[in-house]
T-cell receptor, first 115, second 114 residues
């Protein structure tokens, strides 16, 4: 069975600095998708970034980028120039490449941004 | 554009009372639909998912049930609530078919069972 692990329950970063959130996953599949979701205090889940496993190039969305290491089954999220609004729970998630399969979420990392 | 609605936003119910949470999606057809529960400070637990009308898959055996009476309507129900049913319930949708990517979440319902 596929699993997603986030080994950092809590992280903190100084405003304007860079922070990296870790995620590892376990799968025997070769084709799949990986996601990072953000859940601010409002509790609305927001998609931050997506990575297709067949793509070697790491995904980037403005200040958010990932380091995807397929062989190591690692998918970390880097937040550059951290802002107060980045404070939230961050969930790493995995989905197989089938038409309806469910997304498996990690336990989350709580990120605090220190002004 | 697609939007997803959930109601109510907040609910306080006594133990043993019934439950009905509703989720509707606009702007898309035949979406995959999902119900998640999130306990305080915890991750998401998938409860049910549906790939079509009347098709429900259960992930966790419990006193909750789900139904999909219409293409874009997903309902979470219980006949008798337990204290352990308290939590934050999130509905999500995703595109069906081979182009299904990420899930899009509703605003959630905060349920407190007293």
């Amino acid at each position: 069975a596929q699993t997603v692990t986030q080994s950092q329950p809590e992280m903190s970063v100084q405003e304007a600095e860079t922070v990296t959130l870790s995620c590892t996953y376990d799968t025997s599949e070769s084709d799949y998708y990986l996601f990072w979701y953000k859940q601010p205090p409002s509790r609305q889940m927001i998609l931050v970034i997506r990575q297709e496993a067949y793509k070697q190039q790491n995904a980037t969305e403005n200040r958010f980028s990932v380091n995807f290491q397929k062989a190591a089954k690692s998918f970390s999220l880097k937040i550059s120039d951290s802002q107060l609004g980045d404070a939230a729970m961050y969930f790493c998630a995995y989905r197989r490449e089938t038409s309806y399969d469910k997304v498996i979420f990690g336990p989350g990392t709580s990120l605090s941004v220190i002004p | 554009s697609q939007t997803i609605h959930q109601w109510p936003a907040t609910l306080v119910q006594p133990v043993g009372s019934p439950l009905s949470l509703e989720c509707t999606v606009e702007g898309t057809s035949n979406p995959n639909l999902y119900w998640y529960r999130q306990a305080a400070g915890r991750g998401l637990q998938l409860l049910f998912y549906s790939v079509g009308i009347g098709q429900i898959s259960s992930e966790v055996p419990q006193n909750l049930s789900a139904s999909r009476p219409q293409d874009r309507q997903f309902i979470l129900s219980s006949k008798k609530l337990l204290l352990s049913d308290s939590g934050f319930y999130l509905c999500a949708w995703a595109l069906s078919g081979s182009l299904a990517y990420e899930q899009y979440f509703g605003p959630g319902t905060r349920l407190t069972v007293t």
